[in-house]
C-alpha cells in the first residue's frame, strides 16, 4: 500500500496490486479515512433506522441476516479523490492528500438490499433522501463530527444498494467498515459510510460536514463552504494506465500497457484509447465487457515502446460516446476531486 | 431556417430561433431527413407490432388513442451529427452536412407509452430488441433501404418512449413523422424514427443501415461499415451558444450570453461555465433546472465584452461532475457526431 497518512489512515493501492485483476484483494483495497477506525463489539452493535418511516427498527446483525435476503454486487469503489495528485501539479491543493489512481478498487460485497430494509420500515410522505451515520469522529470536520452522509431516496430504493457484511467471500474487515457498511454502487466512495449504525430517512441532504461542505466540486476561485458547489454522486468516466507503473525503467519494443476503465451509475466504458504521442494519434484497446454495471473494465494494447522516455496517454469514452478532458489544468476545483482528465504516465525504456 | 439541404430536407435552427425558449416552434423545429417525407393517409395508415410478441397487433390512430392512456413527455431531441462544423474545421467530412448548433430542439410530445403497447403485444423469451421501421427510402443507405432503427428492450419498456402524435399541443406535422412517430428522451434523434409503421421485437438490434453502419462512433482512422465502432445512444453532454449569435456585431460593455446545455437518459447539467479568454478563466453562468430529465437546460451570464473580437467558450458540467473535452480535434471521428468539445462562438464588439 502507498500511505499517504497514518491517523486517520489513507493508503491507496499501488499500480501493481489493481493490474488484471478483477477484484482488489482486501490487502490492498484503498482505504480512505476521516477518523479513527473505530473498535465495534459486532455482538453490541444495532442497526437503528429511523426519521420518515413508519415503524422505526432496531436491528442486531444476525436480526438483519435473517429477516432479509443476502444478495451479492460486484463494485468498484472510488474516491473523489482519486487521481488528486494531477491536479496537485496543476496548482497545490493545501490539506489534501497527493493520491494517485489507486484510490480505487474493487470488490464483491455481499449484504441486504437497503430497499428492503426501508420497505420493512416502511417509508413515510416526504421521503427523499437516506442518510448515513458512523461513530468515527473526525477532528478534520468544522465542527469536527461522526463521519456521515447521504444519498437520494431514488438511489436508495433501486435494489443496488447493499448494507454489506462480506467482502470478497469473507466477513468484512474491520478497516473497511465491520460489522456493516454501506456500499453505493456507481457512486463515490465517500457515499459508501463504514461502522453504519443509523439510517435516517428524512426529506433534506443529510447536514453532516462530508455531505454539506466536503465532496463537493467547486468553481476554481470559490471557497468551500456550506452549500458551495456541486455535491458529487455518481462517479465521473475515468480511466488510468496500471502496468507499466512508471517506477522502473523497462526494456523498449513491444510492451502491453493495461489500465482500468470506469464510469459510474447506469454507464459503461465502451472504447479506451492509448497514445505515444500526447494525443495527436491513438490505437485501441482491447477493452474488457463489463461483470456488472457497476465494476471497472480493465483493457490492455501492446505498444512499440521506443527507446527513452515516453508519456504513455489513454482516454476513455463511455457508452454517451463522450470521453475525458484533456487536460488536468481545466479540471482544477479547489478540493482536488474528479481528476477525469487524460491518464499520462511517464516511463522509461533502456535495452 | 438554415437548410443544408433541399432533397432529402435537413436544416437547422438557427441561434436566435433557439435561444430562450424552453419549446421549439414547429417552425423552427430542426429536421433530419435521410429520405423524401412520404405522404401518408391517416385513415388508411396502420401501425404493425410484431416479431418476439405473444400477440401482433395491428392498430389504427384512432385504436391506438382508444386503447391506451396519453402521456406527454417534455423532451429535447438532438442528432449525433449536431455542432459538425467544429469537426470539420479540424478535418473535412465529405458527404456530411456541416451542422451547426441547432441540430437540436425541444417539444412537448404527446403519445402512448411504447411500454403499454408492447405490454398490450406481451413479449415472448427472447425479446431485447425494439425495431422501428419507416417508409421513407433513403438512396443515400448501402444498399438503398428505408428507415429504421432500434433500441435496446430496457430503454423501450421504460415508460418514458412514446409512440407521439401530437408536438407542442397540436396535431404532429406531416413533416416531423405525422401521423405517428416514436420519440426516445434522451437518445440521439437518429431513435425516435417518424412516420413509423412497424415496431418489431427481436433478440438483435435492428439490421438497417442507419443502426449498423451509420450513427456509430468509429475510430479516427478507421473506415465506417457494418458493426464497426460504438453504436449511438443516449446523448452525450454538450452545450453551446445561442446568444449573442455572431452573425453581426454587438456594442461592447454589459452583455448577456445565453445559451442551451444538455446531458442525455439519466443525467442532468449541473453547472456552465463561460470564458472571454479562451478557457484560461471561468465564470459560471445561472442555469435553468431541467423541466423534465430529458429536457435542455438554458443558461445566461453577462458579461463585460471588450471592443474587437472575442472568443466566447462555454462548457457545461453534468450530475456526476464530468465535463466537456476541450477540444475538437481531440473527438474528431470520420463520420463527425458527437461533437461536445467546448462550444467557442466568434462576435465582434463595435461601438
Known amino acids: 500500500m502507498l500511505v ?8 491507496e493501492s499501488p499500480r501493481h496490486a489493481l493490474a488484471g485483476r478483477l477484484t482488489t484483494g482486501v490487502e490492498s483495497f484503498y482505504s480512505r479515512n476521516h477518523g479513527p477506525i473505530p473498535h465495534i463489539d459486532p455482538d453490541a452493535w444495532r442497526l437503528r433506522v429511523d426519521g420518515l418511516v413508519d415503524r422505526p427498527l432496531t436491528l442486531s446483525l444476525g436480526e438483519l441476516r435473517e429477516r432479509f435476503a443476502a444478495r451479492e454486487i460486484m463494485a468498484t469503489l472510488q474516491c473523489a479523490g482519486n487521481r488528486r ?3 496537485i501539479e496543476v496548482r497545490d491543493i493545501p490539506g489534501e492528500d497527493p493520491w494517485g489512481p489507486g484510490a480505487t478498487s474493487t470488490a464483491l ?3 441486504v438490499p437497503l430497499a428492503d430494509v426501508l420497505a420493512a420500515a416502511g417509508l413515510r410522505a416526504g421521503a427523499e433522501h437516506v442518510a448515513f451515520s458512523a ?7 468544522d465542527p469536527p463530527q461522526p463521519y456521515g452522509g447521504s444519498i437520494p431516496l431514488t438511489k436508495a430504493i433501486s435494489g443496488e444498494v447493499l448494507l454489506a457484511w462480506g467482502m470478497n467471500g469473507r466477513p468484512l474487515p474491520q478497516a473497511h467498515g465491520a460489522p456493516l457498511r454501506v456500499v453505493v454502487p456507481g457512486w463515490i466512495g465517500a457515499r459508501s459510510v463504514k461502522w453504519l449504525r443509523e439510517i435516517t430517512v428524512q426529506a433534506e441532504p443529510s447536514a453532516n460536514y462530508f455531505q454539506a461542505t466536503a465532496y463537493r466540486l467547486v468553481p476554481p476561485e470559490a471557497q468551500a463552504g456550506p452549500g458551495v458547489g456541486v455535491s458529487l454522486g455518481p462517479v465521473a468516466l475515468n480511466c488510468d494506465i496500471l502496468r507499466p507503473d512508471g517506477t522502473a525503467p523497462v526494456p523498449p519494443g513491444p510492451t502491453e500497457v493495461t489500465g482500468y476503465a470506469y464510469a459510474g451509475d447506469d454507464r459503461s466504458v465502451v472504447r479506451v484509447d492509448v497514445s505515444l504521442d500526447g494525443g495527436r494519434t491513438w490505437e485501441q484497446a482491447e477493452l474488457d465487457a463489463p461483470v456488472s454495471p457497476w465494476s471497472w473494465q480493465h483493457w490492455r494494447l501492446t505498444v512499440d515502446l521506443p527507446p527513452g522516455e515516453t508519456v504513455l496517454t489513454a482516454r476513455a469514452w463511455d457508452s454517451t460516446a463522450a470521453t475525458q478532458p484533456e487536460s488536468p489544468a481545466s479540471v482544477w476545483n479547489p478540493k482536488g476531486y474528479v481528476n477525469n482528465s487524460w491518464a499520462r504516465l511517464h516511463v522509461t525504456a533502456t535495452p
Chains 1, 2 share one sequence.
Do not use: I, K, R, Y
Request: aromatic share 14%; net charge negative; charged share 15%.
Open 4 to 11: 499517504h497518512e497514518w491517523e486517520p489512515f489513507n493508503a
Open 85 to 87: 495528485q494531477g491536479l
Open 109 to 111: 460485497w455481499t449484504g
Open 135 to 141: 461513530p468515527d469522529v473526525s477532528l478534520l470536520a
